[in-house]
């Protein structure tokens, strides 16, 4: 059997799903791809192209493991598994660059272990064996990017009610990729994001519920930032869905253009080869915006592009969700 999970770019809405707003993903043509087969050892044995060593994880799962090993036995002791499976694992998906390889690995898990939930559970479950795996705490985003994509479309999600929005591509777009600098979210400033975050949330309520001006109430300079980041980006996401309804692509790109200079500035989550390669590409002509995508220090820009131009990285296209083959 085989299960297969994309990995995800970020259109538009960073740093914005761990207080529940808006984000604006598609599921990519990479994929992580376990075959595999269930046997009746309470046994997880799998091989990776990309690693030395098996996994090998007893069940039930007592969570922990090392290297890559740890991912499969968190998402083990998460959904409880107790039939294993013996499989190898090969993925298209660079590790390590900000398009979610460690979620499709997660999400593609899950499945190969008999997960029968819906996507939204599937994606929870993923996101907790994540925290489990990385101590990073993480949103929802990418997981249920992944679980529940459409192919042809990206999605709106509120990450509050978890409701999504299946929004059709463009026709006369592209959506190009460059991959810039690997990076890990673990030992980053991202975990100090959250909690800045938290103290904003005790100041003035709901990030995903605050109005621009009500950030005047935050004294701390730094705080205040983040909050602007984070409640501008949410207003650029709905105004993203609705360029894209409007065939607005160059709206479209000066919100993505803008929502960079908003995760540069208030946020402080780029660096300064992204925001090189970022400025390139927005020079660039044909290109209508561009900017970094995902969690940042590091990873992956995206662009959005006229479909006759000739950009440098990968024209990615819009996959469907993870699934069983
Ligand atoms: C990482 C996290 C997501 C999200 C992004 C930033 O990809 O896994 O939950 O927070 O960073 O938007």
Not at 148 to 171: K, N, Q, T, W
Request: proline content about 3%.
């Amino acid at each position: 059997m085989r299960a297969v999970a994309p990995g995800r770019v970020n259109l538009i809405g960073d740093h914005t799903d761990y207080t529940g707003g808006l984000v604006f993903p598609m599921a990519i043509d990479r994929f992580t791809t376990i075959d595999f087969d269930r046997w009746h050892e309470p046994l997880i044995r799998l091989r990776s192209h990309d690693e030395p060593s098996e996994a090998i994880v007893q069940l039930p799962s007592s969570g922990e493991g090392r290297g890559w090993a740890r991912y499969i036995a968190a998402v083990a002791h998460e959904c409880a598994a107790v039939n294993g499976i013996t499989g190898e694992i090969s993925t298209t998906i660079p590790i390590g660059s900000g398009l979610s390889s460690s979620a499709a690995l997660e999400v593609a898990t899950l499945l190969a272990l008999g997960f029968t939930g819906s996507a939204s559970e599937l994606a929870q479950t993923a996101r907790r064996a994540e925290h489990r795996a990385t101590g990073v705490p993480t949103g929802i985003m990418d997981q249920l990017c992944i679980a529940s994509a459409r192919e042809g479309h990206a999605m709106l999600i509120d990450c509050e009610s978890l409701e999504l929005e299946h929004v059709a591509l463009p026709s006369d777009a592209q959506v190009i990729v460059q991959f810039i600098a690997k990076r890990t979210l673990e030992g980053s400033q991202y975990s100090q994001r959250v909690q800045q975050c938290a103290v904003a949330e005790s100041l003035v309520g709901a990030l995903r519920l605050a109005k621009p001006d009500s950030i005047a109430a935050i004294s701390d300079p730094t705080i205040r930032a983040r909050a602007r980041h984070v409640i501008t980006e949410n207003q650029r996401v709905r105004d993203f869905r609705r360029a894209l309804r409007h065939s607005d692509l160059r709206e479209a790109g000066r919100l993505m253009n803008q929502s960079h200079e908003s995760l540069a500035v208030d946020y402080e989550v780029s660096s300064s080869v992204i925001d090189e390669a970022v400025a390139k590409l927005q020079e660039t002509p044909g290109v209508f915006g561009a900017r970094m995508t995902g969690g940042g220090f590091g990873g992956c820009v995206v662009a959005l592009c006229e479909n006759s131009a000739n950009i440098e990285g990968w024209r990615v296209s819009a996959a469907r969700a993870a699934h069983l083959a």
